[in-house]
């Protein structure tokens, strides 16, 4: 018998039951409070109170509050709600890094609620992986080193950790990064290693709290897709903490709502759109038609050309020629938005002998802000119409929003009506 199947009183921990079988994770009558005396918030003169009037009474915060979950093998089950409502305590709970104060929690048939410290570890460094929101690279250890990282804690063969980790990293699109350091990639690409560290260990669940949330949209879109994909593809469980309605819509097979640090609904993304709980959930789905959900940010793409200011009017041809384009978004070197090149302002350039493209050369397009539901572009494009150009604060060209984009969000709503 292996010590995982060893609870800390040295008694056999329960077999899987029957019950078990398909289910991932278990979480029953879970409790977190913090602070001073935490058992004595469950006396039944506390419990049912309101987690405000709880802190008045007893200094004690509410985290968790009676949380019953299950979660099936090979689901990605997406934990939603507001700031403060429970989502990271009970992500860290299933990896006991939070010490529930009630209840009982059951990961692939296994009493976590009851390991040992031993077995605990045991635990964490083989059955589950975490990712977090801000990566937790080291900056002095390679990629690879990175995405080994976990290997080497359990003390795997170094042979073997650079063989796995090479393999995690492949399948997150980064090999012949692997002798770079983190600080020479980009943010997407910094997820992308905590991603490969988390899949080297080969867990069976994944856990994510909060990964894409430092992203630029367009790049966390495409981490979505991906896992999207990879979920696809290695079937793995998966959860994963949003606060993001479009974000949990895209990746739940079913979404657990929190509020106050209890789960008020689990359902799959429709059945949490067209039958939202109470006025909370309501709240946060309300207009969730996609032209009033979706922004900018979640519909717009890559330009299809782009050019840059210092290119000058013979390469700014010669581009449009190769690429067989009639116009262009043109940019400065901060990929600051300047405006829109059509082939016939480049043509006279050219025959005007000029060096040099200038902003009054260029057609300039109103930008929009990434965060501008579609409902409100509706009216600045017309299907015959330039994409609209999507910049930040700075000015900085994000992505373009084509016509087409905004059409789609329109029928689709249609569609469903
Ligand atoms: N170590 C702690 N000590 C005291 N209170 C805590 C602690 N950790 C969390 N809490 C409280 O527990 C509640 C839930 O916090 P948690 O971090 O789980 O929320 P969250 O849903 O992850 O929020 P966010 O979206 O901001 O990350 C909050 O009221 C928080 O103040
Ligand atoms: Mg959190």
Same mark, same amino acid.
């Given at each position: 018998?292996?010590?995982?199947?060893?609870?800390?009183?040295?008694?056999?921990?329960?077999?899987?039951?029957?019950?078990?079988?398909?289910?991932?994770?278990?979480?029953q009558?879970?409790?977190?409070?913090?602070?001073?005396?935490?058992?004595?918030?469950?006396?039944?003169k506390?419990?049912?109170?309101?987690?405000?009037?709880l802190?008045?009474?007893?200094?004690?915060?509410?985290?968790?509050?009676?949380?019953?979950?299950?979660?099936?093998?090979?689901?990605?089950?997406?934990?939603?709600?507001?700031?403060g409502?429970?989502?990271?305590?009970?992500?860290?709970?299933?990896l006991?890094?939070?010490?529930?104060?009630?209840?009982?929690?059951?990961v692939?048939?296994?009493?976590?609620?009851a390991?040992?410290?031993? $077995?605990?570890?045991?635990?964490?460094r083989?059955?589950?992986?975490?990712?977090?929101?801000?990566?937790?690279?080291?900056?002095?250890?390679?990629?690879?080193?990175?995405?080994?990282?976990?290997?080497?804690?359990?003390?795997?063969?170094?042979?073997?950790?650079?063989?796995?980790?090479m393999e995690?990293?492949?399948?997150?699109?980064?090999?012949?990064?692997?002798?770079?350091?983190?600080?020479?990639l980009?943010?997407?690409?910094?997820?992308r290693?905590?991603l490969?560290?988390?899949?080297?260990?080969?867990?069976?669940?994944?856990?994510?709290? $909060?990964?894409?949330?430092?992203?630029?949209?367009?790049?966390?879109?495409?981490?979505?897709?991906?896992?999207?994909?990879?979920?696809?593809?290695?079937?793995?469980?998966?959860i994963?903490?949003?606060?993001?309605?479009?974000?949990?819509l895209?990746?739940?097979?079913?979404?657990?709502?929190?509020?106050?640090?209890?789960?008020?609904?689990?359902a799959?993304?429709?059945?949490?759109?067209?039958?939202?709980?109470?006025?909370?959930?309501?709240?946060?789905?309300?207009?969730?038609?996609?032209?009033?959900?979706?922004?900018?940010?979640?519909?717009? $793409?890559?330009?299809?050309?782009?050019?840059?200011?210092?290119?000058?009017?013979?390469?700014?041809?010669? $581009?449009?020629?190769?690429?067989k384009?009639e116009?262009?978004?043109?940019?400065?070197?901060k990929?600051?938005?300047?405006?829109?090149?059509?082939r016939?302002?480049?043509?006279?350039?050219?025959?005007?002998?000029?060096?040099?493209?200038?902003?009054e050369?260029?057609?300039?397009?109103?930008?929009?802000?990434?965060?501008?539901?579609?409902?409100?572009?509706?009216?600045l494009?017309?299907?015959?119409s330039?994409?609209?150009?999507?910049?930040?604060?700075?000015g900085?060209?994000?992505?373009?929003?084509?016509p087409?984009?905004?059409?789609?969000?329109?029928?689709?709503?249609?569609?469903?009506a």
């Open positions: 018998m292996n010590n995982r199947s060893v609870s800390s009183e040295g008694a056999p921990a329960a077999p899987s039951s029957p019950a078990d079988a398909g289910i991932a994770v278990r979480a009558g879970i409790w977190k409070v913090f602070g001073r005396n935490p058992e004595r918030v469950l006396e039944p506390y419990r049912d109170l309101p987690k405000k009037e802190q008045r009474r007893t200094g004690c915060v509410v985290g968790l509050r009676d949380v019953n979950l299950e979660v099936k093998t090979g689901e990605l089950f997406v934990l939603m709600g507001l700031s409502s429970g989502k990271s305590t009970m992500i860290r709970t299933l006991r890094l939070v010490e529930p104060t009630a209840g009982t929690l059951h692939d048939g296994k009493d976590v609620s390991m040992s410290h031993k $077995e605990l570890l045991e635990f964490r083989n059955l589950v992986s975490m990712v977090f929101q801000g990566y937790g690279l080291l900056p002095h250890y390679t990629v690879l080193e990175n995405a080994a990282y976990g290997l080497r804690l359990r003390r795997d063969e170094k042979d073997e950790r650079e063989a796995r980790a995690a990293l492949k399948t997150v699109g980064l090999a012949g990064w692997e002798n770079y350091y983190p600080a020479s980009s943010g997407g690409m910094q997820q290693v905590g490969a560290r988390a899949l080297a260990k080969n867990p069976d669940i994944l856990l994510m709290d $909060e990964p894409f949330s430092g992203l630029d949209p367009l790049i966390r879109r495409q981490m979505q897709d991906e896992l999207v994909d990879l979920q696809e593809d290695i079937g793995k469980t998966i994963f903490v949003t606060h993001d309605l479009p974000e949990a895209k990746l739940g097979d079913r979404i657990a709502i929190m509020r106050d640090g209890q789960v008020i609904q689990v799959e993304p429709e059945e949490i759109l067209s039958n939202p709980y109470d006025e909370y959930v309501r709240a946060f789905t309300r207009d969730a038609s996609p032209a009033r959900v979706f922004t900018a940010s979640t519909v717009m $793409e890559e330009p299809e050309m782009l050019l840059y200011r210092w290119q000058g009017p013979l390469t700014a041809r010669t $581009e449009m020629e190769r690429q384009r116009w262009s978004f043109v940019v400065d070197r990929r600051k938005y300047l405006g829109v090149a059509t016939d302002a480049i043509e006279r350039l050219v025959k005007e002998k000029r060096a040099t493209v200038e902003k050369d260029l057609t300039y397009l109103e930008p929009v802000k990434p965060d501008v539901i579609i409902e409100d572009l509706f009216g494009v017309s299907s015959e330039y994409p609209l150009p999507v910049t930040d604060d700075e900085k060209l994000l992505g373009v929003v084509r087409r984009a905004i059409l789609n969000a329109l029928s689709t709503e249609e569609d469903d």
